[in-house]
């Protein structure tokens, strides 16, 4: 199997592993959420604050200044 043909299959499984990702994602209630630094893209390697969910990992949105405050304090 050829390098083209490798990478091929590895973006397909990428491709179908995201869409399941996504779906979960979208079934989750998001009942719990943190303060968290995450990766603002894939080949980031800056940090974001952000809020995610503790069941799914989804990044929901931006904390409230006062809950930075007290991420950075932990």
């Known amino acids: 199997m050829g390098i083209f043909q490798k990478i091929n299959n590895l973006l397909a499984?990428?491709?179908?592993?995201e869409k399941e990702i996504a779906i979960l994602q979208k079934s989750c209630?998001?009942?719990?959420?943190?303060?968290?630094s995450v990766r603002k893209n894939v080949d980031s390697t800056s940090p974001s604050i952000r809020y995610v969910c503790d069941a799914c990992l989804m990044v929901l949105g931006y904390p409230n200044q006062q809950d930075i405050n007290n991420f950075f304090k932990e």
Request: proline share 0%.
């Open 13 to 17: 499984k990428k491709q179908k592993i």
């Open 29 to 36: 209630n998001h009942s719990k959420k943190s303060v968290k």
